[in-house]
């Protein structure tokens, strides 16, 4: 209510308003009056309307077919973004520059909460400029850039309607958008609605484990037909309002998302001994288990021109989020009742994730002289309250400040571009760590007369509170230059450091969602990583190609080790500590013990392409190959777990006045290159079709009419990185047929 009545407020002001003169604005936030490959080079950027083409998509899968990003999945509508193997919340998603205060860091089944339809672009960025906008990032930053908020007048009224249908899951997708000026006030509309069913599997997609198979015999013939509480429903809505003129521009805009999804894969934290009477099923067989979230924000953003010479132009922004994830068991049937008890008598209700932010900031554009071309300064704030409550509660209530300074200069010298970035962050963390959960009454939950040992056990668990500062600063350089028509070069180095989060600092309990008991450190310090890279390019119109090598060294590298068998045995000792030890299995049940630890690690690889246009009366042929990889190992010698495999991309498209074509085959390696506790990964090859054809109805009507076809050799697919390959493999072959109406 308060975030409906701050914007009725800004209605109100701009409803008033009187006309205002056009002004040319860029509206990237990462550049001005500049390109966006001018500083910074960023890996990608993807149009809005690509993105449209493909269909209904998780964030990670979106990209999945850019060298050098890959995606954490969890099904198909969990996908987080992993960029050159760093994953784990070291890819920073933005909206427009400004974080999105989701809870995707806690939890490999939580979405990032990124609302793609009708969208700008969407720019995938490294170097100074990614070091201007991260706010702590050392992977990266996927920054999604719409036009709710319009920084220049809208020329005309435009709109659009659309309708998208996919076989895999038999669901389907509207969407509307629009936008006009009225009255001097630019006003921009976005809605989508979203409803797909369990995915389809191709044969053989479920593994079964040697227990599985003693029992039950040959599974062959068993093997589910889709994939079990893998659906997934949305509604997505933006409204913005915006003034310009030759002072700048002001608006505002809100944005809500709801979406309930199904969670494939939920571990079990019971024994057992306690399992026996399941007679060897799953606990939670034939439960429905999802998630309702819940999200909405208010943005308010301008630019104000002052032409002093002290400063050209200053942006400001202002984001207020408000953000629930809740996480639910109810019985296929439909039953949603909040209390629900399983058959240990264990309390079923929901488990609530919020997470309550502020961000504000501004960012200087400075006047030029002699070699300066460009050079920002940037100061932002952010505030962030996360908190667990209910039955998988795993992490006690956590309060983080941030801020940040930075600086970024481009430099003209005598042919070589050279762009400079410096970050210094505080970043303080609050919060505290419960030894001790109700899970350990469990043993006796069977026990008529529990009551007194439950209220020990409770007088027992002890608190213990943190207060912690990070100060760090970052820096970053890159040298370019255009060596002929056809080459250029690029040479970067970056020392950035990102302090820990929230989640390794202060887990403390039984993660379900990825079969683990997950221990943090509070005493973890912050990461730095040390990246070199250089890249080569090539294009003379017929012939284009690129490579780059990157070096990446991170000191103090965060990661969640599985604790082995034999970790174990050999930390306890079978004669001294055997009650002890069988207590404490009992307490984590089925689920593997890990610890977030850190060690030092250094990740290498390459990212190469090459191809060959072919220009003909009609239109333009392209075929393309590329390839990407990435190891990691730790000071130690062991390798980082959950590593990307390296992949190998062959591209075949062809583009006309008013039809395009794409055909990509992605052939991703065997994993054999893993960590404690992993195994191995068969390869895959991803073969996927988009055909898109538009059709002029009239002079202001124009139907866009996209097939496309992903995974068409209906391949058994399995990401490495994720925490449940196992159990959540990829979509089966996928028809899908979508519709665009533009006026």
């Known amino acids: 209510m308060k975030k409906i009545l701050i914007s009725l407020i800004f209605i109100s002001s701009f409803l008033v308003s009187q006309e205002v003169e056009e002004v040319v604005v860029v509206s990237s936030l990462t550049s001005d009056d500049r390109q966006l490959s001018e500083i910074g080079d960023p890996i990608h950027v993807v149009s809005g309307e690509d993105l449209e083409d493909s269909g209904t998509q998780s964030l990670g899968e979106s990209f999945d077919e850019l060298l050098g990003v890959s995606s954490v999945d969890y099904g198909a509508v969990v996908g987080q973004p992993a960029i050159r193997g760093l994953l784990d919340g070291r890819v920073k998603i933005l909206r427009n520059g400004l974080s999105v205060a989701d809870v995707a860091g806690m939890g490999a089944d939580h979405l990032n909460e990124v609302d793609l339809n009708n969208v700008s672009q969407v720019e995938i960025i490294r170097g100074p400029s990614s070091l201007l906008y991260a706010k702590g990032s050392i992977g990266g930053v996927i920054n999604v850039i719409d036009n709710t908020i319009a920084k220049t007048d809208f020329e005309e009224q435009v709109g659009s309607l659309g309708f998208e249908k996919q076989s895999v899951n038999w669901g389907n997708a509207e969407n509307f958008a629009y936008q006009k000026n009225v009255a001097g006030v630019n006003l921009s509309l976005a ?36 994939l079990a509480n893998s659906d997934f429903g949305s509604t997505t809505s933006r409204v913005g309002l915006s003034v310009t003129g030759d002072w700048g521009y002001l608006g505002v805009s809100l944005e809500d998302q709801e979406t309930e999804y199904g969670i494939p894969f939920h571990g079990d934290e019971h024994s057992e001994e306690e399992g026996e009477e399941e007679e060897g099923h799953d606990e939670h067989e034939g439960e429905r288990i999802y998630a309702f979230t819940d999200s909405q924000a208010v943005n308010v953003s301008g630019g104000l021109v002052l032409n002093s010479s002290i400063v050209n132009k200053v942006d400001y922004f202002f984001r207020d989020t408000d953000y629930t994830f809740q996480e639910q068991h109810a019985e296929e049937e439909g039953d949603h009742d909040e209390e629900e008890h399983d058959d240990h008598g264990h309390e079923e209700g929901p488990t609530v994730f919020t997470n309550i932010a502020q961000e504000f900031g501004a960012i200087f554009d400075l006047p030029t002289s002699g070699l300066i071309s460009s050079q920002k300064l940037m100061v932002n704030f952010l505030s962030m309250d996360e908190s667990i409550a209910g039955h998988e509660a795993f992490m006690d209530p956590m309060q983080s400040e941030s801020l940040n300074f930075g600086y970024y200069a481009g430099l003209d010298l005598s042919g070589y571009s050279l762009d400079l970035g410096l970050r210094y962050d505080q970043v303080n963390r609050q919060g505290s760590i419960t030894e001790g ?48 028509d056809a080459v250029s070069f690029d040479i970067s180095f970056s020392s950035v450091a990102s302090a820990p989060s929230g989640t390794a600092m202060a887990m403390n309990g039984p993660h379900l969602a990825r079969g683990r008991f997950e221990t943090g450190d509070i005493n973890l310090s912050s990461e730095r990583a040390n990246n070199f890279e250089g890249s080569l390019f090539f294009d003379d119109g017929d012939y284009f190609g690129q490579l780059t090598l990157f070096q990446n060294n991170i000191d103090d590298y965060i990661y969640l080790q599985d604790e082995l068998e034999e970790h174990h045995d050999e930390d306890h000792g079978d004669e001294d500590h055997g009650d002890e030890d069988h207590d404490e299995h009992e307490e984590h049940g089925d689920l593997i013990h890990a610890d977030f630890l850190q060690q030092d690690a250094e990740f290498n690889g390459y990212e190469f392409e090459f191809g060959r246009r072919f220009i003909t009366d009609t239109g333009e042929f392209v075929l393309s190959y590329g390839r990407d990889s990435v190891n990691g190992e730790f000071s130690n010698g062991e390798n980082v777990p959950r590593l990307v495999p390296a992949r190998s991309l062959y591209t075949l498209s062809y583009r006309a006045s008013d039809y395009r074509m794409r055909l990509t085959l992605k052939d991703v390696d065997r994993q054999t290159i893993i960590g404690d506790g992993e195994t191995e990964t068969e390869g895959f090859k991803m073969l996927n079709l988009l055909v898109k054809k538009e059709i002029g109805l009239s002079s202001q009507f124009n139907l866009g009419v996209s097939f496309f076809a992903n995974n068409l050799l209906d391949e058994v697919a399995r990401n490495h990185a994720s925490y449940v390959k196992d159990e959540v493999p990829l979509p089966g072959v996928n028809f899908g047929l979508r519709f665009n109406l533009e006026f």
């Open 191 to 226: 809605y989508k609605d979203s409803q797909f069913g369990n995915y389809a599997i191709p044969n053989g997609a479920i593994l079964h484990s040697e227990d599985e198979h003693e029992e039950e015999g040959d599974h062959d013939e068993m093997d589910a037909e889709t």
């Open 437 to 484: 959960h109700e899970e350990e009454g469990h043993d006796d939950h069977d026990d008529e007369d529990h009551g007194d040992e439950d209220h020990d056990e409770h007088e027992e668990m002890e608190v213990e509170y943190f207060d912690k500062d990070f100060d760090d600063l970052s820096f970053s350089a890159s040298l370019g230059r255009q060596l002929t």
